[in-house]
RNA sequence: CGGGAAGUAGCGCAGCUUGGCAGCGCGCCUGCUUUGGGAGCAGGAGGUCGCGGGUUCAAAUCCCGCCUUCCCGACCA
């Protein structure tokens, strides 16, 4: 491509509107351009990254002998009426738009699970044609209630997702581990590395799942990681370790300990609430417990209690006391819970981790406008349960190994997901004849990878002051041609074309400067478009028969024999 | 959805307090000079000052309403 032909303007100073080294760089460097917020439009050079990408999706998911297709992006209402996800339109956890058209209103396809159920569905008949994993990369639409970053977080975005079909659940966890590890192998050419975690499930549902974190300053996510023992997890599926035995682990009234003292708090329900109260004896947060109403996954009214600055992380099937219910349970008084004589009451007390430490707790009174200073573990409340019920954060304890666990912010490149049988029991056609005879329905899967925020990811983890600085495997093309000094040297232009048609007919992507700028602009646009090899043809270069070649990550420079160019390009 | 900031030429910004010819830098066009790290000189083009209403002899500027965009938070496949 001769660049003065592209459709590229550099700009030397970044909009207004983009925050983050990614952002700006891709304006700057004329890969994208925004239409509205979190709707871009891709230029020929973004467009050629995005390629580049797919096509290392492509090969990879191929090679895991998963087949591709194309789902429309516009769904008939009626199919997410079928799966019951109509209902969370407009929610934040399914952010979905609507268009009505000639035939009904129509969705704005913002995942596929339904629309590739049904198709599938359709098709097969017999477990003879199992497993099967099909993918796309298609548009999606989201409703984000706050785009961000560019191409981070966007309402329309380019996405690779794929679905397994299995016989049964043990069929299914063996396709799921072949997606898997295929999306481990994407991340790795890509240069990204990726660390999968153990994750909550959210909108699509299903039992385990993992996310694919990539650690970075710009991430809008966090998750734990141990570095001793590499257990790994996102924050709303963490846990951590502490005292798992019952008794007195760490607490205790040490000799001579105040006892407990009871403090008029009107009208101060809220954690903040009881800091302000105490606000002149240097209280925080830390030093009150958190005490929560709620019922545990067999049903049985439990009192939780967390230290005061930790948010709460309740176990799967427990669920807050709604405020009706509370009537049932006079001991617990909403806004002024304490820990004290519950047992007594029939409410189990559940601790998290962090509360067996030594040292009083600011506690609710049970009496309403009323809490309690120097509560003392076993002396004043006891605990029947010890868990992970706060949201882990840096230095706690690692739930397998004890040691302390780092809290890393990162962007979520990619989601998988066991669904098992979530969408195959409510979609018709998810049917099959199984070996036996009998009739049994899809055990599936479901894999989610965010293309364009991966384009964002790559220039986010790979520029530095001067610009881009692509991986050899994304990079718009393989090599920056420039000429210098072609306006008034026309041997010079003449030789440079003769290389560039040469290194185009021996396959090398190039982009070839041949404007009649000045050299400065031409080095400071090739910095900036981050094209992994530079090669650039002056005339005292032309003299000695060379042209220099110059890597843009790493700055490493040679010369290369202008004849020889091709075959020393390949062999390098 | 809550909090904050901002909309003036393609991009970055000043002008607004105190109403009176719409400006600067970069970019763009023409010519000449220049040419290994974003050149110089001369000339030129380019504006619904976000939109609507109001006040006024007069509004980018003051008042009211709306829209858009960005940041923080909430939330998130």
């Known amino acids: 491509m001769r660049m003065s032909r592209l459709l590229v303007r550099t700009l030397r100073e970044a909009p207004a509107d983009a925050e983050v080294a990614s952002h700006q760089l891709l304006v700057r460097a004329g890969y994208i351009r925004r239409l509205a917020s979190g709707v871009y439009t891709y230029l020929p050079l973004g467009l050629r990254v995005l390629h580049?990408?797919?096509?290392?999706i492509r090969e990879e998911l191929d090679r895991a002998d998963c087949q591709e297709l194309l789902l429309p992006a516009m769904h008939p209402l009626e199919l997410w009426e079928q799966s019951g996800r109509a209902a969370l339109f407009g929610s934040d956890a399914l952010p979905a738009m609507t268009v009505q058209a000639r035939g009904g209103t129509f969705v704005l396809g913002p995942t596929h699970e339904e629309v590739v159920t049904v198709t599938v569905g359709a098709e097969v008949e017999s477990?003879?044609?199992?497993?099967?994993?099909?993918?796309?990369?298609?548009?999606?639409?989201?409703?984000?209630?706050?785009p961000r970053f560019g191409l981070l977080r966007t309402r329309e975005l380019v996405m690779a997702d794929a679905y397994s079909f299995d016989v049964d659940k043990e069929a299914m966890q063996v396709s799921y581990r072949t997606v898997f590890d295929a999306y481990l192998r994407i991340f790795a050419r890509l240069g990204l590395e990726v660390t999968p975690v153990e994750a909550a499930s959210g909108a699509i549902g299903g039992d385990v799942n993992h996310e694919f974190m990539v650690a970075s300053a710009v991430g809008e996510d966090?998750?734990?990681?141990?570095?001793?023992?590499?257990?790994a997890a996102s924050v709303e599926a963490a846990t951590k370790g502490g005292a798992p035995t019952a008794g007195a682990p760490g607490g205790g009234a040490a000799d001579g300990e105040a006892p407990m003292v009871t403090h008029h708090t009107p009208d101060r329900p809220g954690i903040d609430d009881v800091v302000a109260f105490f606000d002149d004896r240097r209280v925080t947060a830390a030093d009150l417990l958190k005490s929560m109403a709620v019922f545990d996954a067999q049903g049985r009214p439990t009192l939780v209690l967390l230290a005061g600055d930790r948010e709460a992380l309740l176990p799967a099937g427990w669920r807050l006391f709604e405020d009706d219910e509370f009537a049932a349970h006079p001991s617990l008084v909403k806004g002024y819970i304490g820990p004290a004589g519950q047992q007594q009451h029939a409410i189990r007390v559940a601790a998290d981790f962090g509360v067996a430490r030594p040292g009083p707790w600011i506690v609710g009174a049970n009496r309403t406008d009323h809490h309690v200073s120097g509560a003392v573990l076993d002396r004043d409340f006891g605990v029947d349960e010890w868990g992970s019920f706060a949201e882990v954060t840096s230095g706690d304890p690692c739930p397998r190994c004890g040691e302390p666990l780092e809290l890393v912010r990162s962007v979520e490149a990619a989601h998988t997901f066991q669904l098992g049988y979530k969408y195959s029991e409510v979609m018709p056609g998810s049917n099959f004849v199984a070996e036996d005879g009998s009739e049994a329905i899809f055990s599936m899967g479901c894999y989610g990878m965010g293309v364009s925020r991966l384009l964002a990811v790559v220039a986010e983890e790979n520029h530095?002051?001067?610009?881009?600085?692509?991986?050899?495997?994304?990079?718009?093309?393989?090599?920056?041609?420039?000429?210098?000094?072609?306006?008034?040297a026309p041997e010079v232009a003449a030789a440079a074309d003769r290389l560039y048609e040469r290194l185009a007919v021996a396959g090398v992507e190039v982009l070839?400067?041949?404007?009649?700028?000045?050299?400065?602009?031409?080095?400071?646009?090739?910095?900036?478009?981050?094209?992994?090899?530079r090669m650039v043809l002056g005339a005292k270069g032309l003299a000695r028969g060379v042209v220099e070649w110059r890597s843009r990550a790493t700055g490493e420079e040679r010369e290369l024999s202008i004849d020889g160019v091709v075959e020393e390009l390949a062999g390098s």
């Open 52 to 56: 580049r990408v797919e096509r290392v």
């Open 512 to 533: 070839y400067d041949d404007r009649d700028v000045s050299p400065g602009v031409k080095f400071a646009d090739a910095d900036l478009l981050g094209i992994p090899v």
């Open 127 to 146: 477990y003879r044609q199992l497993p099967l994993t099909v993918y796309q990369i298609q548009v999606k639409f989201r409703d984000e209630a706050r």
């Open 464 to 488: 530095d002051e001067r610009g881009l600085v692509w991986p050899a495997e994304v990079g718009p093309f393989d090599v920056h041609l420039a000429a210098l000094g072609t306006g008034r």
């Open 222 to 231: 966090h998750f734990v990681s141990c570095p001793s023992c590499g257990y």
